[in-house]
Nanobody, 127 residues
Framework: QVQLVESGGGLVQAGGSLRLSCAAS????????MGWFRQDPGKEREFVAA????????YYADSVKGRFTISRGNAKNTVSLQIDSPKPEDTAVYYC????????????????????WGQGTQVTVSS
C-alpha cells in the first residue's frame, strides 16, 4: 500500500527555521507530482507548495513565496519543505500529498488533484 510519512514538525520561534520531510513508499515516485498543504482547526485545507515530475517545476502559494522552498529527492523517494522566517500565521498541521501524473489538465493548488496523503505533522510558530 502507499504510505506518506511526514516528519520535522515542532515548535519554532518567528524568524527561525525548520525543515519538513516526507518519505513515500508503495508508489513509483517519479510518476507523481508532490505537494504540501496545511490546515488549521475550522479552516479548509490550503495549498502551500508543489513540485512536479519529472521536470521539477515548483509552485508556491503567495503567502509563503520567498520564505518556503520545496525540493524532492527522486532516488530516495522524499520531498522536503524548508521553512525560513516563519510567521505565527504559518501555524498549522502540514500534510504531504502525492498526485499521479495524468494526461488531463490538473490544477496544482487543488487538493482534488492529489491521490494520497500523509497523516500530517504539526508546526507551531510562536511570536
Amino acid at each position: 500500500q502507499v504510505q506518506l510519512v511526514e516528519s520535522g514538525g515542532g515548535l519554532v520561534q518567528a524568524g527561525g527555521s525548520l525543515r519538513l520531510s516526507c518519505a513515500a513508499s508503495g508508489l513509483t515516485f517519479r510518476t507523481y507530482n508532490m505537494g504540501w498543504f496545511r490546515q488549521d482547526p475550522g479552516k479548509e485545507r490550503e495549498f502551500v507548495a508543489a513540485i512536479t515530475s519529472p521536470g521539477g517545476s515548483t509552485y508556491y502559494a503567495d503567502s509563503v513565496k520567498g520564505r518556503f522552498t520545496i525540493s524532492r529527492g527522486n532516488a530516495k523517494n522524499t520531498v522536503s519543505l524548508q521553512i525560513d522566517s516563519p510567521k505565527p500565521e504559518d501555524t498549522a498541521v502540514y500534510y504531504c500529498a502525492a498526485g499521479a501524473i495524468r494526461y488531463v489538465r490538473v490544477s496544482i493548488p487543488s487538493p482534488s488533484s492529489y491521490d494520497y496523503w500523509g497523516q500530517g505533522t504539526q508546526v507551531t510558530v510562536s511570536s
